[in-house]
């Protein structure tokens, strides 16, 4: 079966930073690209970061130089380091699986495991 489990998330201040992990089982985690999407209040999904098997990676435009991604095969963990946070990247950070690995990247729909997401908010 495969899983997907969100932690790190939490309550930060404004220019704080936090590290997302996402832990995967069930499935080989070298042949998969790895995703980050986030859901706010009232708006729908959308892509925040991923990273694809051999290291490639995507970042949406409101998080280039503030987020980071990164993986640990050995770890099947993919990270997400969030610095220089903003109130609006408060949101539910959810992490996804898209087993074909289809570029571009992030393309939301491609992603079909999903975790139950973790919290993110950033207070001014």
């Known amino acids: 079966e495969v899983q997907l489990v969100e932690s790190g998330g939490g309550l930060v201040q404004a220019g704080g930073s936090l590290r997302l992990s996402c832990t995967a089982s069930?499935?080989?985690?070298?042949?998969?690209?790895i995703g980050w999407f986030r859901q706010a209040p009232g708006k729908d999904r959308e892509p925040v970061s991923c990273?694809?098997?051999?290291?490639?990676?995507y970042y949406a435009d409101s998080v280039k130089g503030r987020f980071t991604i990164s993986s640990r095969n050995f770890k099947n963990t993919v990270y997400l380091q969030m610095n220089s946070l903003k109130p609006e990247d408060t949101a539910v950070y959810f992490c996804?699986?898209?087993?074909?690995?289809?570029?571009?990247?992030?393309?939301?729909?491609?992603?079909?495991?999903w975790g139950q997401g973790t919290q993110v908010t950033v207070f001014s």
């Open positions: 996804a699986a898209d087993p074909d690995e289809r570029y571009p990247l992030c393309r939301i729909n491609e992603y079909v495991n």
């Open positions: 069930g499935f080989i985690f070298n042949d998969y690209a």
């Open positions: 990273i694809s098997s051999d290291g490639e990676s």
